[in-house]
């Protein structure tokens, strides 16, 4: 979701801090970020037929993920993003709006998809028929984070950071009312409205 930025936004923002619950302090984050790293270079740096993929970010949410990830890959990669956002009815499963398509050549390739979280699914299950509709080989589906919701998703993730529960959350690359993606921790708020 894209929020227009106006001072009740600000003023919203700034009082969900307030009573903020930390879910995943930052050093929790880091180590998550490790362990996938390790797990796509234990996959890709020994697999000749899976050599050279593409990584493709699913901005705006993995634009944290992405930067700190990718200095901890060890294999060639070639890096490229989409903007890919989803709003209106959770229930059926919403709108899937493509901001950016990705430029980069998918055809007959790797795609490794990295992305902040893994909610109900709908956004990475969209990603992946799309790239594999434009030729892809394979997708790989990397996210952060995985919200246990208690009910199956039409897309899983073959490499998950950290499992949280199911409540809104806001950093590492995920905002509320367009802010806090910066923060370093993972912390769940009460929004509406
Ligand atoms: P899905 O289609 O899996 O339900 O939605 C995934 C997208 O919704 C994520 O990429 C993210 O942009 C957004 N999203 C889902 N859960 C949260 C959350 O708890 N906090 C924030 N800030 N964004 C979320
Ligand atoms: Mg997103």
């Known amino acids: 979701m894209t929020y227009i930025d106006s001072e009740f936004h600000r003023t919203k923002a700034r009082e969900l801090m307030k009573d903020a619950e930390l879910v995943f302090d ?3 984050v880091q180590k998550a970020v490790d362990k996938v790293a390790q797990e796509l270079n234990q996959r890709f740096d020994a697999d000749d037929s899976e050599a050279f993929p593409l990584v493709l970010g699913v ?3 993995a634009v ?9 890959l060890t294999f060639a990669l070639e890096f490229d ?3 890919v956002t989803r709003y209106g009815s959770k229930d059926q499963g919403g709108t899937i709006e493509w901001k950016v398509i990705p430029r980069s050549n998918v055809e007959g390739r790797t795609v490794i998809v990295l992305d902040d979280i893994l909610d109900e699914g709908e956004t990475l299950a969209h990603v992946k028929e799309r790239l594999l509709q434009m030729g892809a080989k394979e997708v790989v589906i990397a996210v952060f984070a995985d919200k246990d919701i208690g009910k199956a998703k039409p897309c899983c993730a073959d490499y998950i950071g950290l499992t949280l529960p199911n409540k809104f959350v806001v950093g590492y690359g995920m905002d509320a009312y367009g802010y806090w993606r910066n923060l370093p921790a993972i912390w769940a708020v009460k929004t509406g409205g």
Do not use: K, S
Not at 64 to 72: A, D, E, K
């Open 26 to 28: 930052a050093d929790a």
């Open 59 to 61: 901005m705006g949410g």
């Open 64 to 72: 944290v993920f992405c930067g700190q990830l990718l200095t901890r």
């Open 81 to 83: 993003y989409m903007h």
